[in-house]
């Protein structure tokens, strides 16, 4: 498949990226959120309000600035992402920089010796 016909995909959502960045700021702004996840503020804004609508997400007014709490207790939306919740999710998205990088088999248990 050449670069022209090639299907573009990435394994989170928007929406899992914007839960992310409220997760590790809750008073983070709109503006720092639509940088950080490439994406139009307004798109931001619109999953806020999915989030929101869905239990996943509420927020505060603090003066001039939104204060966001995650619904970390709340299951995953889809049927077969049943089990996990949301805070298990962030807590495997948000791993310390140092975890980042520990190759996954490194950590693997040893099989059994004969």
Not at 8 to 22: D, K, Y
């Amino acid at each position: 498949m050449d670069n022209a016909t090639e299907r573009h995909w990435t394994f989170l959502t928007n929406h899992a990226r914007v839960l992310v960045q409220i997760a590790r700021d809750p008073g983070i702004r709109v503006r720092d959120i639509a940088s950080r996840c490439l994406l139009t503020e307004r798109a931001v804004q619109r999953i806020i309000t999915d989030l929101e609508q869905a239990g996943y997400l509420s927020h505060e007014r603090r003066g001039r600035a939104n204060h966001y709490s995650v619904t970390a207790g709340k299951q995953l939306r889809h049927p077969a992402d049943a089990g996990p919740t949301i805070s298990e999710l962030l807590a495997t998205l948000l791993r310390s920089a140092t975890d980042e990088h520990r190759d996954p088999a490194s950590t693997a248990p040893e099989p059994p010796r004969p």
